[in-house]
């Protein structure tokens, strides 16, 4: 007799069957994986044993042009998408033909015509891109579902929140799949969470939400088929918790010492697989002839799907070809502005240039907190909501890590996203999806982050440690993202209309002091600057002066008071950097100082240094100077403010390095 009920109002035979085929081919994968794991042949194995009626039940439920977002116990959601077999051991062996070309393991990529994004390590964003990709389903009027997985364990993070509260207040069409198996690591449910179940979540995010048998796959089946259909009727978020036990370690090095025996027996008598079937052998729907052929076939298919795998080459070091796919090749196109111009102020320059990027790309949205009606902190997008609506000028609730991994979503869609930082500050909020998931992502599986984030940064507005830094350098350091920080109005709307054509994720940097304190003639047409290409600003024999940003005006302030000759280099753009523009200045006149905003330690000046070292050395007739603000954190009260950044310093050093 099967330990569990299953009820079953109106499945054929074959479906039935089918079911059953969808459970027992990953359990057989996995047999087979723990065997290659012992033999050092694959590199980390996390069991689903005893999970797999959740990622069948869910991927059979869904059509198969909908997305799914699983993570790292269900492979049955890979092979229930039919990803085929041979690139899914590839990609455990770090083959040249995997997913990701030996580049990441496991479970940590995506196949986009398999309808399915793997995960980032850091579990909990995998929520929020999923909102994205709802997001882009709402926006294309597709009437499609999206499903993402998680732990109980993740559900702790933030990101959870976030992606639950962004979705409920967007009303996206998504099914939040949680898979409570008692076991977060070593760590049991009652130290994660402190209500009884996590469906109770849902009704604190206004969520509809529902707790299922996860070990039954008629229920799961069913009811995650029903769920669907009435969402892509009335799109909306609804939770699922799934109750399961996790029957392996964590992964499989790890073990099940802390688990209690009983617990482990009490549930091995529900596995999902025995049980049904039992079921099915009772109903008559599988004699015991059909389950060993269909076993036999499934061990014929993974051997030689292993034997293929196996034979397969290994990715080759070329150099060249690894930094060439850290981003999306870019062919930069030049538009030319002849039109009238205008006098106008950075951050007018900034809105207008937004503004004609918006009515360019169709389907280009905006997405920030207080962008819409209020038209954002600095007004840069007042006037937006009326022109382009509120699907494409979108408010966000304070949520700046889920907003990221929804751009990345809608990346993932085909959309280009501007996100708003509130203040650059708050990237700190996000950090994590800027890092791992946007910076990473074309290298590791191919697929871009077509996203801009404006960054609100910088000093000198008497705003205090959390409103004033200018962070630039968490960021050039970064393989992968893109970096842009204009000085002047005409530089910044050029260069924001190539960041937002260009497909790869790039940093806005946006000089709040300089927003409304510089002026300069402006095309009123769209036009465009190429990023990675620096501006000479003045020209002179006695010393090069590299800069951006804020400095760039304390520089030609301080050489026009003074009467000195020098270069002095506008980067516009950090990431990539112009060296030739910097090697060629300093050839010619023999010194370099380099002026920053930043504090000196690990700022972008200390890598220029060392490139004009490595680079220009016999031509130097003085060491290369660095001139930046001072290690502490920024202060608020005017004096303290102006003493901690580095004008004055700049003079000083500007001085004794002429006298050199
Ligand atoms: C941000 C982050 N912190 C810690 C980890 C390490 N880690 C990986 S999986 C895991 C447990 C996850 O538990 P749960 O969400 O319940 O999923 P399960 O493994 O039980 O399926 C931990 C702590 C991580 N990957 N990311
Ligand atoms: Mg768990």
Same mark, same amino acid.
Request: overall charge neutral; aromatic content about 10%; hydrophobic content about 40%.
């Given at each position: 007799?099967?330990?569990?009920?299953?009820?079953?109002?109106?499945?054929?035979?074959?479906?039935?069957?089918?079911?059953?085929?969808?459970?027992?081919?990953?359990?057989?994968?996995?047999?087979?994986?723990?065997?290659?794991?012992?033999?050092?042949?694959?590199?980390?194995?996390?069991?689903?044993?005893?999970?797999?009626?959740?990622?069948?039940?869910?991927?059979?439920?869904?059509?198969?042009?909908?997305?799914?977002?699983?993570?790292?116990?269900?492979?049955?959601?890979?092979?229930?998408?039919?990803?085929?077999?041979?690139?899914?051991?590839?990609?455990?062996?770090?083959?040249?033909?995997?997913?990701?070309?030996?580049?990441?393991?496991?479970?940590?990529?995506?196949?986009?015509?398999?309808?399915?994004?793997?995960?980032?390590?850091?579990?909990?964003?995998?929520?929020?891109?999923?909102?994205?990709?709802?997001?882009?389903?709402?926006?294309?009027?597709?009437?499609?579902?999206?499903?993402?997985?998680?732990?109980?364990?993740?559900?702790?993070?933030?990101?959870?929140?976030?992606?639950?509260?962004?979705?409920?207040?967007?009303?996206?069409?998504?099914?939040?799949?949680?898979?409570?198996?008692?076991?977060?690591?070593?760590?049991?449910?009652?130290?994660? *969470?402190?209500?009884?179940?996590?469906?109770?979540?849902?009704?604190?995010?206004?969520?509809?939400?529902?707790?299922?048998?996860?070990?039954?796959?008629?229920?799961?089946?069913?009811?995650?088929?029903?769920?669907?259909?009435?969402?892509?009727?009335?799109?909306?978020?609804?939770?699922?918790?799934?109750?399961?036990?996790?029957?392996?370690?964590?992964?499989?090095?790890?073990?099940?010492?802390?688990?209690?025996?009983?617990?482990?027996?009490?549930?091995?008598?529900?596995?999902?697989?025995?049980?049904?079937?039992?079921?099915?052998?009772?109903?008559?729907?599988?004699?015991?002839?059909?389950?060993?052929?269909?076993?036999?076939?499934?061990?014929?298919?993974?051997?030689?799907?292993?034997?293929?795998? *196996?034979?397969?080459?290994?990715?080759?070091?070329?150099?060249?070809?690894?930094?060439?796919?850290?981003?999306?090749?870019?062919?930069?196109?030049?538009?030319?502005?002849?039109?009238?111009?205008?006098?106008?102020?950075?951050?007018?320059?900034?809105?207008?240039?937004?503004?004609?990027?918006?009515?360019?790309?169709?389907?280009?949205?905006?997405?920030?907190?207080?962008?819409?009606?209020?038209?954002?902190?600095?007004?840069?997008?007042?006037?937006?909501?009326?022109?382009?609506?509120?699907?494409?000028?979108?408010?966000?609730?304070?949520?700046?890590?889920?907003?990221?991994?929804?751009?990345?979503?809608?990346?993932?869609?085909?959309?280009?996203?501007?996100?708003?930082?509130?203040?650059?500050?708050?990237?700190?909020?996000?950090?994590?999806?800027?890092?791992?998931?946007?910076?990473?992502?074309?290298?590791?599986?191919?697929?871009?982050?077509?996203?801009?984030?404006?960054?609100?940064?910088?000093?000198?507005?008497?705003?205090?440690?959390?409103?004033?830094?200018?962070?630039?350098?968490?960021?050039?350091?970064?393989?992968?993202?893109?970096?842009?920080?204009?000085? *002047?109005?005409?530089?910044?709307?050029?260069?924001?209309?190539?960041?937002?054509?260009?497909?790869?994720?790039?940093?806005?940097?946006?000089?709040?002091?300089?927003?409304?304190?510089?002026?300069?003639?402006?095309?009123?047409?769209?036009?465009?600057?190429?990023?990675?290409?620096?501006?000479?600003?003045?020209?002179?024999?006695?010393?090069?002066?590299?800069?951006?940003?804020?400095?760039?005006?304390?520089?030609?302030?301080?050489?026009?008071?003074?009467?000195?000759?020098?270069?002095?280099?506008?980067?516009?753009?950090?990431?990539?950097?112009?060296?030739?523009?910097?090697?060629?200045?300093?050839?010619?006149?023999?010194?370099?100082?380099?002026?920053?905003?930043?504090?000196?330690?690990?700022?972008?000046?200390?890598?220029?240094?060392?490139?004009?070292?490595?680079?220009?050395?016999?031509?130097?007739?003085?060491?290369?100077?660095?001139?930046?603000?001072?290690?502490?954190?920024?202060?608020?009260?005017?004096?303290?403010?102006?003493?901690?950044?580095?004008?004055?310093?700049?003079?000083?050093?500007?001085?004794?390095?002429?006298?050199?």
């Amino acid at each position: 007799m099967s330990q569990m009920q299953f009820e079953n109002h109106h499945l054929s035979s074959d479906q039935l069957l089918e079911l059953y085929k969808a459970m027992v081919l990953p359990r057989m994968i996995e047999e087979k994986m723990r065997i290659l794991l012992r033999q050092g042949k694959i590199s980390k194995w996390f069991s689903g044993v005893g999970q797999e009626a959740i990622s069948v039940g869910v991927t059979l439920a869904l059509n198969s042009n909908e997305y799914i977002l699983p993570m790292h116990r269900n492979l049955g959601v890979f092979t229930s998408k039919k990803i085929p077999l041979q690139r899914l051991f590839s990609q455990w062996q770090g083959k040249l033909n995997g997913f990701t070309k030996g580049r990441d393991r496991s479970f940590h990529f995506g196949a986009k015509e398999f309808h399915t994004i793997g995960m980032i390590s850091h579990l909990g964003p995998q929520l929020g891109v999923a909102n994205g990709i709802a997001l882009a389903n709402i926006l294309q009027n597709n009437r499609k579902v999206t499903a993402v997985f998680s732990g109980e364990g993740g559900t702790s993070e933030g990101d959870f929140h976030e992606a639950m509260n962004v979705a409920s207040v967007w009303n996206l069409p998504v099914i939040f799949c949680i898979e409570n198996n008692g076991y977060g690591l070593s760590t049991p449910s009652s130290h994660q *969470f402190n209500c009884k179940n996590i469906v109770d979540k849902g009704i604190g995010y206004g969520m509809e939400s529902h707790l299922i048998d996860g070990n039954n796959i008629l229920e799961v089946y069913e009811k995650a088929k029903h769920i669907a259909q009435s969402i892509r009727e009335n799109p909306r978020p609804v939770l699922i918790e799934f109750k399961t036990f996790r029957m392996r370690g964590h992964e499989e090095a790890s073990g099940t010492k802390y688990v209690p025996k009983n617990l482990l027996e009490a549930w091995a008598k529900k596995d999902p697989l025995e049980n049904y079937q039992v079921f099915l052998k009772e109903k008559k729907v599988l004699s015991e002839a059909l389950e060993v052929q269909i076993k036999k076939d499934f061990i014929h298919a993974i051997n030689q799907n292993l034997k293929v795998a *196996f034979a397969e080459i290994n990715p080759y070091f070329k150099e060249s070809k690894e930094l060439d796919d850290v981003s999306q090749p870019f062919e930069y196109k030049e538009v030319k502005s002849d039109s009238t111009e205008s006098n106008i102020r950075l951050v007018d320059a900034i809105s207008n240039g937004l503004f004609q990027c918006m009515e360019r790309h169709a389907d280009l949205v905006i997405m920030g907190q207080d962008i819409a009606e209020y038209g954002g902190v600095f007004k840069i997008t007042e006037g937006f909501l009326e022109k382009f609506g509120k699907e494409r000028v979108r408010n966000t609730p304070i949520c700046e890590s889920s907003i990221i991994e929804t751009a990345y979503g809608l990346s993932i869609c085909g959309i280009k996203s501007v996100v708003e930082l509130q203040f650059s500050d708050f990237i700190t909020s996000g950090f994590n999806p800027v890092i791992n998931l946007l910076a990473k992502s074309y290298y590791r599986w191919g697929q871009n982050a077509d996203i801009v984030l404006r960054m609100p940064c910088g000093a000198g507005v008497q705003a205090g440690p959390f409103h004033s830094q200018t962070n630039e350098a968490w960021f050039t350091k970064t393989p992968g993202l893109k970096v842009v920080y204009p000085a *002047f109005p005409y530089d910044a709307k050029g260069l924001l209309a190539t960041a937002i054509e260009d497909p790869n994720p790039v940093l806005f940097f946006e000089h709040k002091q300089l927003y409304r304190s510089i002026y300069q003639e402006v095309s009123d047409d769209y036009y465009t600057i190429p990023l990675g290409k620096a501006a000479l600003l003045k020209k002179g024999t006695d010393i090069s002066i590299i800069t951006y940003g804020a400095g760039v005006h304390w520089a030609l302030k301080t050489i026009q008071e003074e009467n000195i000759s020098a270069d002095i280099i506008d980067l516009r753009t950090l990431q990539p950097l112009d060296t030739e523009t910097i090697y060629k200045s300093i050839k010619k006149t023999g010194k370099a100082i380099i002026l920053q905003e930043d504090t000196l330690f690990g700022g972008i000046a200390s890598d220029i240094s060392a490139l004009i070292m490595e680079h220009c050395f016999e031509y130097l007739d003085a060491p290369v100077k660095r001139v930046a603000s001072l290690e502490t954190p920024i202060p608020f009260a005017k004096n303290l403010e102006n003493g901690f950044l580095p004008k004055k310093r700049f003079l000083k050093t500007l001085k004794e390095l002429l006298k050199y």
